[in-house]
């Protein structure tokens, strides 16, 4: 039976890398699909990750209504076996329910990938939507690493260095932008999320002569289980 499955994570834990490796794996078994995704780092019609890889892509507009294109595509005479939905944390609530009734309706299976939260902690629209109806939430395995080493478990905004906690939802970015003023994000843990303590706060932090010690918290890493000898 089909399935509406959610892939979510932090960025950097390999969602899109996903995304592309099951493309590949069901088109290798000769099933037929059909990519998605929608404001890609890289520009539109593209989906691409981080390691390098892309594949072209319909690009999602909030006008864009899921069933009808798969209904025309399926009654022109395509066939259609599977979604990939990239960046489904900007799709909008309406567009969620409509990749479920496809599920549900023509037994296409739906795999949607997306950050769950914001960078205020809050959970996109979207990300909410598929929350309630998938059949299965999957939290990727790959742990992306907060500057100290801890898990990283929250999206920072950061602009000019500074961690910024208003302003639209969706402004996009990447992880390594390097001009001033352009808006770049940062995974951290939670502990430094709070502390808005991004890692170039902790940089100038460290070189500051009035910093004391444990106000840089570089959440050392706990300690390993002691176990018993035979």
């Excluded at 539109?44 to 990750?49: A, R």
């Excluded at 302003?167 to 970015?173: D, I, K």
Aim: charged share 25%; hydrophobic share 40%; proline share 3%.
């Amino acid at each position: 039976m089909a399935e509406l499955v959610f892939f979510s994570g932090t960025m950097d834990c390999g969602k899109s890398t996903l995304a592309l490796q099951m493309d590949h794996n069901h088109a290798a078994r000769g099933r037929v699909g059909l990519i998605f995704t929608k404001l890609d780092r890289a520009g539109s019609n593209v989906l691409s990750s981080r390691l390098g890889l892309s594949t072209g892509a319909l690009e999602v507009g909030d006008d864009l209504d899921f069933w009808e294109g798969v209904v025309s595509r399926a009654t022109a005479g395509q066939r259609i076996d599977y979604l990939i939905c990239d960046e489904a944390q900007f799709y909008t609530c309406e567009q969620v329910e409509q990749l479920a009734r496809i599920v549900d309706e023509m037994d296409v299976d739906v795999f949607a990938f997306g950050i769950t939260a914001d960078f205020r902690t809050e959970l996109f629209p979207g990300s909410k939507r598929l929350i309630e109806l998938a059949d299965r939430v999957q939290v990727l395995q790959v742990e992306a690493l907060c500057w100290c080493g801890r898990r990283a478990t929250t999206n920072a905004r950061v602009v000019d260095g500074s961690m910024v906690v208003e302003g639209e939802q969706v402004v996009v970015g990447d992880t390594n932008a390097a001009e001033p003023g352009v808006v770049e994000y940062e995974v951290l843990c939670r502990r430094h999320y709070m502390r808005r303590m991004t890692s170039h706060a902790a940089r100038a932090s460290a070189q500051s002569a009035e910093v004391l010690p444990f106000e840089l918290d570089v959440c050392p890493l706990p300690p390993l289980p002691i176990t018993q000898a035979d």
